[in-house]
T-cell receptor
Framework: GENVEQHPSTLSVQEGDSAVIKCTYS??????FPWYKQELGKGPQLIID?????GEKKDQRIAVTLNKTAKHFSLHITETQPEDSAVYFC???????????FGKGTMLLVSP | DTAVSQTPKYLVTQMGNDKSIKCEQN?????MYWYKQDSKKFLKIMFS???????INETVPNRFSPKSPDKAHLNLHINSLELGDSAVYFC???????????FGNGTRLTVT
């Protein structure tokens, strides 16, 4: 079936550093790539998404880049803060499928 | 004014019992979903449902059944609960295919 690989599985950074999480997908026809943040005891929340007609999208300290040729997309968080600590999931929407397929998640820990 | 709400938040029960989890969304979305999150945080689609079509992940045992009394509700019934059913179950909704998912805060099911 269609899948997406997400790396790293855990990421520890110091407050103020940048963090990058990368996902590689299998279906070259995919056209929608969201990122979700899950805090403890809560459901995943969409933080940013990108569609295949653009290569980069930015929203304050977070950005997503998409390389369709290489079939990967990345989440970039700059000037990390302790409240950025959470589990982050990438997802993609394979063409012909009505549901999102999620990566296995990255636990980000930002130390003060 | 919670967008996607599910009850109960915690559910502890014994093997062999039958239980239900309720989900409601007030976003006016057309499609609702159930996801299962295991102890390793992996999110796996179980069902997606709109007023026309139920799509079942073929790996989901038939002890699990979604029931939708109307467009705003999608309940999950589980028969003959097993230890391996212990997980966090998330309800979600979206306006249409290829659009962002909105998740509830999950129901932690523990089967003893």
């Amino acid at each position: 079936g269609e899948n997406v690989e997400q790396h790293p599985s855990t990421l520890s950074v110091q407050e103020g550093d940048s963090a990058v999480i990368k996902c590689t997908y299998s279906d070259s026809a995919s056209n929608y790539f969201p990122w979700y943040k899950q805090e403890l005891g809560k459901g995943p929340q969409l933080i940013i998404d990108i569609r295949s007609n653009v290569g980069e999208k930015k929203d304050q300290r977070i950005a997503v880049t998409l390389n369709k040729t290489a079939k990967h997309f990345s989440l970039h968080i700059t000037e990390t803060q302790p409240e950025d600590s959470a589990v982050y999931f990438c997802a993609f929407h394979p063409a012909g499928y009505s549901t999102l397929t999620f990566g296995k998640g990255t636990m980000l820990l930002v130390s003060p | 004014d919670t967008a996607v709400s599910q009850t109960p938040k915690y559910l502890v029960t014994q093997m062999g019992n039958d239980k239900s989890i309720k989900c409601e969304q007030n976003l006016g979305h057309d499609t609702m979903y159930w996801y299962k999150q295991d102890s390793k945080k992996f999110l796996k689609i179980m069902f997606s449902y709109n007023n026309k079509e139920l799509i079942i992940n073929e790996t989901v045992p038939n002890r699990f059944s979604p029931k939708s009394p109307d467009k705003a509700h999608l309940n999950l019934h589980i028969n003959s609960l097993e230890l391996g059913d212990s997980a966090v179950y998330f309800c979600a909704s979206s306006q249409r295919d290829n659009s962002p998912l909105h998740f509830g805060n999950g129901t932690r099911l523990t089967v003893t």
